[in-house]
């Protein structure tokens, strides 16, 4: 019913760049604080961006001032431009966040999208 959708993911060459979108869908009021996170073959999940409702961000060291996370709240989506891509930012990058919905009784839901698959070749 309401769930978070991550799309974007390629394959890249070392020093290009992605657009990552997640969008929220379903019936939406609005989305709370959301972040970027990613896996990569062997390591642990790790943060790599986050944004709040007010639109303060904070970022990783690895990515930062590669990376870059926004919101359109009209169209309750959270993109991540990644810049100067590098093949250690292979991994399957994930948006998790809280999500206002009138379902439920009108309630906050913590959410998960399915990943969307980024390679960088070398």
């Known amino acids: 019913q309401v769930q978070l959708v991550e799309s974007g993911g390629n394959l890249v060459q070392a020093g290009g760049s992605l657009r990552l979108s997640c969008v929220a869908s379903?019936?939406?009021?609005?989305?709370?604080?959301m972040g970027w996170y990613r896996q990569a073959p062997g390591k642990q999940r790790e943060l790599v961006a986050a944004?709040?409702?007010?639109?303060?961000?904070n970022y990783a060291d690895s990515v930062k001032g590669r990376f870059t996370i926004s919101r359109d709240n009209a169209k309750n989506t959270v993109y991540l431009q990644m810049n100067s891509l590098k093949p250690a930012d292979t991994a399957v990058y994930s948006c998790?966040?809280?999500?206002?919905?009138?379902?439920?009784?009108?309630?906050?839901?913590?959410?998960w999208g399915q990943g969307t698959l980024v390679t960088v070749s070398s």
């Open positions: 379903g019936s939406i009021f609005s989305i709370n604080a």
């Open positions: 998790h966040g809280g999500v206002v919905t009138p379902l439920r009784g009108a309630r906050s839901l913590d959410l």
């Open positions: 944004i709040a409702s007010g639109g303060l961000t």
